[in-house]
């Protein structure tokens, strides 16, 4: 693809008259939509801002390449934007930005549009090239430079892959008296611009300083220029800028630097000086290093709650899809029957991917924790968790979600002490480990832990549990449902939202997925904030600007069908009125679905679920009076917003 079917003349902006941040972003998706390359600019505009959260893409050197990939482009496009005046956009360097590249890349876009916006990206490190733009007048002249500089790069790439196709030394030794070779990897989260800005970063340096380099990029495209085992053999070191995670398993016994994928870019020299110097830690993959491996940062608990996470993120996929699938077979059995084709083929339907449910948790729970090698001993940890004979006692419930989160805790941290235990096998047999000795060690272990300690153990407690909640009061019920609805609303998808609804998928779960009085808490809590926002949005206009007003009509979608998500934005420029005020109202609707005791047969569906629930009016009721508890509290006790004042 000619990047002129990028640099589209139409939507540049050859002056700005944006002054701040936010009205820069503003004027720059304005012109987008007004082109028709966006169908919906709050969505576009939403995941700039939710990508500027991240880190800024304000580079330095007057540059700022703002991206979003997603739904609402109808075509890979790069708007082109100048400010003479400068705008400050929280660059790196801090200082203003001139040049804007405000990539727009469709939710499917295929390799060709990639690859063309990763060649634009990394032209973007020539400074002629920045220094001819900040001059450019009109958009001919800014089609005219990216050509040329286009034509004079594909033709140094061109050798440089005739260099790369010629036959590497055969050896694992670095050589001596030749150049210095390294390697590096680099990636970004949305992989599009900074992942190849770091590529042409490095290579550029390294050509300057007598350096052979070879750069793999883990972007949208794939993977690029894969580094092969002799790449890796004959290296001095290696160099991973990325902000994402890699395979790392394959740099084992390398000199190692791992940076933000921004350091590539700006800090390209003091990156290979370093590997030059050997300074890089030791890296042993596997989990069989030392103190060199790379350190977890935080605290015990935010490592738990990541690796939680990563089980529960795999989780959700089942639990959505099993749970809308199952709630529609309902429909189905009422209207045409239990045994008509259409229910048992979608009943059963829902029901396999339940099946999965706890496995699933278990196993990428431990391979948060020991990586791949744990993922078998995780799966099948959270699967004997889920049979009520996998244990030496009888019990009439099996260890359940509760077991299936210890089995995958379990399963990662002995195939960590695994690899610790092997971690001075000759490095010949290496394959033998992940072939042979942690899949049979690791099942073994796995086994004899669910078997004698987890399941009998956990098949009580969940006994126990299902036995004192059968038996709550009324009061104690209204209670927790409080609790657990108002949890919803506390961080819209954080800890304590992810708490609550795991607690409420494992009481589900342990019931044979019956027992949905605390998914009633749960979901009614979850859809109040978005739409407390859209209805106080709605009544109280003054109290919004012109942009949350047409952002809060898409939360009554939000809001209807569970997505608590929808929220966030606002939460995020007014955390304590839209925060506190959801929270009260979702802890009110939690407390009514107790009194009412409504049953809600289905983990995911937001309204949807209404048709499976056993107090359809106290379903109703209690998201209502929740609903409109919460927009009235925000209405009031929010002040007018500054452009209605």
Not at 491 to 519: E, L, Q, V
């Amino acid at each position: 693809m000619d990047i002129r079917e990028l640099l589209l003349k139409d939507v540049m902006i050859m002056n700005l008259k944006a002054t701040t941040k936010e009205e820069a972003i503003d004027e720059m998706v304005a012109k987008y939509a007004e082109q028709g390359i966006i169908t919906d600019a709050k969505l576009y505009g939403d995941d700039i801002r939710k990508r500027e959260g991240e880190s800024t893409t304000g580079i330095g050197d007057g540059i700022a390449m703002p991206h979003a990939k997603d739904k609402a482009v109808s075509r890979a496009t790069v708007l082109f934007a100048k400010s003479d005046a400068g705008i400050d956009f929280n660059a790196l360097d801090g200082q203003p930005v001139h040049l804007f590249f405000m990539i727009a890349a469709p939710e499917g876009a295929d390799n060709t549009h990639l690859a063309a916006l990763a060649a634009l990206s990394s032209l973007l490190i020539n400074p002629d090239l920045v220094a001819q733009l900040k001059q450019a007048q009109t958009p001919d002249d800014v089609v005219s430079l990216f050509s040329a500089a286009q034509a004079a790069k594909e033709a140094k790439d061109a050798a440089d892959d005739a260099k790369e196709a010629a036959p590497a030394p055969q050896t694992a030794t670095i050589q001596t008296g030749a150049k210095p070779f390294i390697v590096a990897v680099t990636a970004c989260p949305t992989g599009i611009a900074h992942t190849y800005m770091a590529e042409a970063a490095l290579k550029e340096q390294a050509e300057k300083m007598g350096v052979d380099i070879k750069v793999e990029t883990n972007g949208s495209e794939g993977v690029k220029h894969k580094l092969t085992a002799n790449d890796i053999a004959r290296a001095q070191g290696v160099i991973i800028a990325a902000d994402k995670k890699v395979d790392m398993d394959r740099f084992d016994g390398k000199h190692l630097i791992n940076h933000p994928v921004i350091d590539g870019i700006k800090k390209p020299e003091e990156l290979i000086n370093t590997t030059l110097n050997d300074e890089g830690a030791i890296f042993h993959g596997n989990g069989a290093g030392g103190d060199d491996e790379e350190e977890e940062s935080g605290s015990l608990w935010n490592r738990i709650y990541k690796d939680l996470m990563n089980g529960v993120s795999n989780m959700l996929p089942f639990v959505v899809g099993g749970g809308i699938i199952m709630a529609i077979s309902f429909i189905f059995e009422r209207y045409a029957g239990a045994h008509s084709g259409l229910f048992t083929f979608t009943n059963n339907l829902g029901n396999y991917a339940f099946s999965f449910l706890v496995p699933v948790l278990a196993a990428y729970i431990a391979v948060s924790i020991g990586d791949r090698p744990a993922l078998m001993p995780g799966f099948v940890g959270g699967w004997m968790a889920t049979l009520t004979a996998a244990s030496f006692v009888k019990a009439q419930n099996p260890a359940g979600f509760l077991g299936g989160l210890v089995a995958g805790f379990v399963a990662g941290w002995m195939v960590v002490g695994l690899k610790k235990l092997f971690a001075n096998m000759p490095h010949s047999l290496d394959g033998m480990k992940t072939i042979l000795i942690y899949p049979v060690i690791g099942l073994a272990l796995i086994g004899l832990v669910m078997f004698f300690i987890v399941n009998p153990i956990f098949a009580a407690i969940n006994g126990a549990l299902i036995g004192a909640l059968e038996s709550m009061g009324t009061g104690n019920a209204i209670l927790v449902g409080t609790i657990l609805a108002a949890m919803m609303s506390i961080d819209m998808g954080g800890p304590f939202n992810k708490a609550a609804y795991t607690f409420a998928i494992g009481i589900y779960s342990a019931s044979n997925y019956t027992d949905g009085r605390w998914m009633a808490a749960v979901m009614v809590g979850g859809m109040i904030p978005p739409l407390a926002i859209a209805l106080a949005s709605t009544f109280f206009p003054k109290k919004f600007t012109e942009q949350e007003r047409q952002s809060g009509i898409s939360n009554y979608a939000l809001g209807l069908t569970f997505i608590t998500e929808g929220a966030i934005p606002f939460a995020a420029t007014d955390p304590v009125h839209i925060i506190g005020s959801s929270v009260i109202g979702s802890a009110i609707a939690g407390a009514l679905t107790q009194l009412f005791r409504v049953n809600v047969p289905a983990p995911h569906g937001g309204i949807v679920a209404l048709a499976l629930t056993n107090q359809k009016v106290g379903f109703l009721v209690s998201l209502i009076v929740g609903a409109v508890v919460a927009g009235l509290i925000l209405g009031i006790w929010r002040p007018v917003a500054k452009e209605n004042a």
